[in-house]
């Protein structure tokens, strides 16, 4: 039974929060204004491709000139700094994308090299790690090497990475379920041009999962040659069902969509049914929606840093994507802590989340998502690998006003009372 608290006990819960987020205003305020850039890219992009009510419409069969198909992706192309852009429902996941891209650019012989660490967890099996099953890249005799990343980069290292040559270079933007932080749109810049100064013929792929919108470039801005994501995550804002894409060079592009269909069909082919309003509307509607969910993260990870939790990202520190780590400690309370982001939840609040394996998973996730769309990372929902130092990993929100509430549920549920919240302030530097 989902227990809602009473109005008094809210109310204190509510005001309490007011006061932390009063610590944090001038990075909520910097959120917005990073919106604004961003909603004017967008606003902008469908102005220039003439975005219509014919858009809309659905496609039948094979789905010959649906135009808007094709505006979608030159729509995606502008917002996203690319020359091409493939944006579909027939991508079945974020995965599914960068495994294209992966697939589209190496060859048998090629050479990967990852820059961030191992890929996020869903691609180890992509990969073949461990087991270089046929089909898998390491069983496709691509040769692979990865940094040890834990935040920073140097010089040396880069060269030594480098020095063979090399088909495709590989990062990641978000932080994914690591410790690390995520990469910011400079890190990013930096890491192309140190990667183009060394091997200018290698391809650079940034898995830009959680990293859309949360600054104001992306990383086709910054001379990456391929960027791909899921549209449950940031840029689907909230309506798109199901769904990926890829941004990048129109030559790659071009052999994604190959993969993706059939050499020779590409992206011409394909029909969009009841997904292409969703896809516009959800890419008009993201920068916003990326917003509330970073308020949420801000706020979250102000109040638990107060009460003297680990958290990552840092108050002030600058963002790479909307996940918000804190580290809990222990399994009862990252337990207690799941189960009152689902009570909190519009949808499934009745639900008890229970850690479980997960297919592409490694340890046992516990997973809160009272979601909308299933699994939907845009919407307020907190995962955690059930592995020391027991971190939650909060995302997503499509209105602050939620956060807030549920954050004021996730107090309760963890004994935490109002007045405590508002003791703690004193301890919160930002
Ligand atoms: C979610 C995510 C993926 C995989 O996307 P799915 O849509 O879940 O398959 C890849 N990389 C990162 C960093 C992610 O956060």
Redesign the pocket.
Known sequence: MTTVPGEETRRQYLAALEQVEKTVEHCLAAVDRTALVNQARVLDAFRAEQVDEYCFADSTGYGYHDLGRHKLDAVYARVFGAEAALVRPHFV????A?TACLYAVLAPGDRMVSLTGKP?D??HRVMGYGQAFPGSLAGTGIHYAEADFSGTFDGKLLDKLLAGKTRLVFI?R?R?YAERPSLTTTAIGNLVQEVKKRRPEAVILV?N??GEFVQEQEPCHLGADLAAG?L??NPGGGLAPTG?YVTGRSDLVERVAWRLTAPGLGAGIGSMVGVKRQFFQGLFLAPHQVAQALKGAILAGALFSALGFGVSPQCGEERGDIIQAVRLGNPELLQKFCRAVQQASPVDSHLTPVPAPMVGYEDQIIMAAGTFIQGA?SEFSADAPLRPPYTVFLQGGLTFAHVRLALSEILAALGVAPRAVLDSLQFLKI
Request: charged share 10%.
């Open positions: 996941s974020g995965t599914h960068i996020y869903t691609l990641q978000s994914g898995d999962c959680y899921s449950i995550k990926g990372g």
